[in-house]
């Protein structure tokens, strides 16, 4: 399906400098929450001062809505792309437009595509076709196996030079043991982190939900939701062997927050992010074997659910990710076992966040900083801030505001979500990478 | 000829740990002795000893350097290789120690891939066992023929700063080189991937880095180890063209060291990914081919030594 674009101002112009006048910032790095004239140029952020204190002709003066809220643009850790190899399911460009529409100013990729990440040269050329959409920012996961087949190391130290930000199995996990420790030991001279999806291929081969009641009355074969925590376990005895630096991405369950917990509080380094889908979604979602559903992981029991919102406040989780994950119509109309796994999730990424703020589960601090601040220190960025010199990568947001999640109304080439039809709170007014607005809100 | 006192009272030379500080000055002075040209002549001192060369794995600089050595020393020699052996019709590594010991050689030089090898075979012979390499675990002759070389061009081994590169894991001449330029004073750093760094090294007595650009610096001996090839296709590192980046030494970088370092190498060497062709040939850097011509003198040594601590056993 075509759909027009929104305004895109990608267009190279010459640098103005841009003011941002008396609009409430949320930044958790200076802990702000303050109505503030924040003054950008140069791709970078010039000033923040108090209301009204930055007065010169030469800039171009942005007057915001009432509600508007700025904040550092949305930093996305876990995005899958189908560019190279699946492009009538997504491509770069609609991916980076999403982005944008989405708030989001950079956004990690996983390796998973075809081919697959594990060379420098595929890092280079979407590196190089990244920046000359002038979107947002992309990151690129460099593949941590051969393939991803989980059986050789990949070229770990030659993706890091030539960009990469982290190394993963993308949805697969880095399972084989052995491998396992030697790609934590060896990422200790690289210092990027090892990116989990953590599941035990033997026990969730061929399952299409959690075990429980719900999947015995559904007759779907389950996976029970230990095996997170299993694989999480056995890693976390071999961060310890090899200080490494390792995140758990899309964590979904009681059991697997607890481990990353008692690592943080043994002092290893360790990190971990969820998404929207488990935060406000659990298995009773499938009772009518809606494939919109079907995530990987799939989705919990309403009990990991709860304990994955607490853990959003009490800083446990790091960050939320998207886990956008774009699948064609035809993949998601097929019988629940056959479909495939994946929802799109940046368009509804700052939505379903805001949503448990105004639901009074997070505060407003709390859930900006899982956006923003949270996966820039994962990834060790120089983002997700609003500080003088800090590049001017910016999102303006009303979180007064609602709408209805349509799939159809998405700018990925897919529209499988699984927020279809539900009310969404919180809007995106405009996103500004490097000082350029990259999308304005109609 | 002064009479020579090695100050070593064991019937082998399994590794070189333990072994005493002037134990090895004395290999390294007799060594010099027998690397002069106009001592370089054949003598008698093993006159009817025989030396039975006994090797599990492949060599070619380490078996022949033992064989001339005996030649040199009128020993009488035989040269025992896995693929002639009957270790191939199913007989025990014990069983072949024992049917050789019947035959009364003086001298066994062994090599085998497993570690604990020699000493193990030490317990069940009469003659005296030279380990030629076991495993993972020593190669003291040329540790010692590296010394020799070092002190040949006449670099103090006290206070030496020496950097040991690349596959320290799997590395035999990297345990006997840190057990010797410990014991004589030398500063050892070891420097590779961490998935070819063993665990508690740092305990031998070295410094561990990871950053070969760094631990260059102040280097007054850089010595490069063999990465075997089956190691670099993803297991222990990626490739060999990462590893040749990251830690390959070349013409170029080896300008980060000081400037009178000297660059050596066990052999054989991988040219293109732990060292440079260029740089390997090198005379004024490389050392590769003193090693190579060092290594007979020292087994002489070693031969003479343990002949006389024999003699003084069994007095």
Request: hydrophobic share 35%; aromatic share 4%.
């Amino acid at each position: 399906m075509f759909r027009d674009a929104q305004t895109f101002k990608t267009k190279f112009t010459k640098m103005k400098k841009t003011l941002f006048q008396n609009i409430r910032v949320i930044d958790s790095f200076s802990n702000t929450d303050a109505q503030k004239d924040v003054l950008i140029g140069d791709n970078l952020i010039l000033g923040i001062e108090d209301p009204y204190s930055i007065n010169n002709l030469d800039f171009t003066v942005i007057k915001s809505p009432d509600n508007a809220i700025l904040i550092p643009g949305i930093i996305d850790l876990r995005v899958e792309s189908k560019d190279p190899g699946e492009t009538h399911t997504d491509n770069l460009e609609t991916l980076l437009k999403s982005a944008a529409k989405s708030g989001i100013t950079t956004l990690a990729c996983l390796p998973n595509t075809d081919p697959v990440v594990d060379d420098t040269s595929m890092v280079e050329s979407l590196s190089r076709r990244a920046k000359s959409l002038n979107l947002s920012k992309l990151m690129i996961y460099g593949a941590a196996s051969i393939g991803l087949d989980d059986k050789k190391m990949s070229e770990l130290g030659l993706l890091k030079n030539a960009g990469v930000v982290g190394f993963t199995n993308g949805n697969k996990p880095i399972y084989n043991p052995l491998l396992m420790k030697r790609i934590l030991s060896y990422s200790t001279m690289l210092d990027l982190p090892i990116v989990q999806h953590a599941d035990i291929p033997e026990l969730s081969s061929e399952t299409e939900a959690t075990e429980s009641e719900i999947s015995t009355r559904l007759g779907l074969r389950g996976v029970p939701s230990i095996t997170e925590a299993m694989l999480i376990e056995r890693d976390i005895h071999l961060i310890k062997l090899t200080k490494s630096k390792y995140h758990v991405s899309h964590i979904s369950t009681k059991e697997g927050v607890k481990a990353i917990e008692k690592a943080k509080d043994n002092g290893l380094n360790v990190t971990c992010d969820t998404s929207p889908p488990y935060m406000l979604l659990n298995d009773l979602s499938l009772s009518n074997y809606d494939t919109r559903f079907k995530l990987s992981p799939p989705l919990r029991s309403e009990e990991d659910r709860c304990f994955i919102e607490e853990s959003l406040e009490n800083g446990v989780i790091d960050a939320i990710s998207s886990d956008h994950s774009p699948q064609n119509r035809d993949s998601k109309l097929l019988p629940f076992s056959l479909s495939k796994a994946g929802s799109l999730g940046m368009e509804t990424l700052l939505s379903s966040t805001i949503s448990l703020v105004k639901s009074n589960r997070i505060s407003i601090k709390t859930a900006i900083k899982l956006l923003t601040l949270g996966p820039s220190k994962i990834l060790s960025l120089n983002v997700g801030k609003i500080l003088k010199g800090s590049p001017a990568d910016l999102t303006i947001i009303d979180i007064e505001k609602s709408w209805i999640a349509k799939g159809d109304d998405m700018l990925s080439l897919s529209s499988n979500t699984c927020f279809e039809g539900m009310p969404m709170q919180g809007k995106i007014l405009s996103c500004w990478k490097d000082g350029i607005e990259i999308y304005q809100c109609n | 000829m002064d009479k020579i006192d090695y100050y070593y009272n064991n019937l082998h030379l399994l590794g070189i740990q333990g072994m005493q500080k002037n134990t090895i000055l004395s290999i390294l002075k007799r060594a010099k002795y027998f690397n002069d040209k106009k001592n370089n002549k054949k003598n008698t001192i093993l006159k009817d000893y025989l030396v039975i060369n006994l090797f599990f794995e492949n060599s070619t600089r380490t078996k022949a350097s033992f064989e001339i050595a005996a030649k040199l020393m009128s020993a009488d020699i035989l040269n025992i290789s896995v693929s002639t052996s009957s270790i191939k019709k199913g007989e025990t590594l014990i069983d072949t120690a024992a049917t050789l010991n019947a035959m009364h050689p003086d001298f066994l030089i062994l090599r085998h891939p497993n570690s604990g090898t020699a000493e193990m075979l030490s317990k069940h012979v009469q003659c005296s066992i030279i380990n030629a390499g076991d495993g993972r675990h020593e190669h003291p002759t040329q540790a010692l023929l590296d010394a020799a070389v070092i002190k040949d061009k006449n670099r103090n081994l006290e206070g030496l700063k020496v950097l040991i590169c690349g596959d320290i894991l799997n590395s035999r001449v990297a345990r006997s080189n840190i057990y010797l330029l410990t014991t004589m004073g030398a500063e050892v750093k070891v420097v590779g991937p961490p998935t070819l760094i063993p665990k508690g090294i740092e305990n031998m007595g070295v410094k561990v880095s990871n950053n070969l650009q760094i631990s260059l610096k102040s280097a007054d001996i850089v010595m490069i180890l063999r990465l075997q090839n089956e190691r670099m296709d993803g297991s222990e590192t990626p490739s060999k063209r990462e590893y040749y980046n990251f830690f390959g030494i070349n013409e170029e970088n080896i300008k980060i060291a000081k400037d009178n370092v000297f660059v050596m190498h066990p052999g054989p060497m991988n040219r293109g990914v732990e060292i440079d062709s260029l740089l390997a040939d090198n005379n004024e850097i490389s050392l590769i081919k003193n090693q190579v011509e060092m290594g007979v003198s020292v087994r002489m040594a070693c031969l003479e030594m343990l002949k006389l601590s024999r003699q003084n056993l069994q007095k």
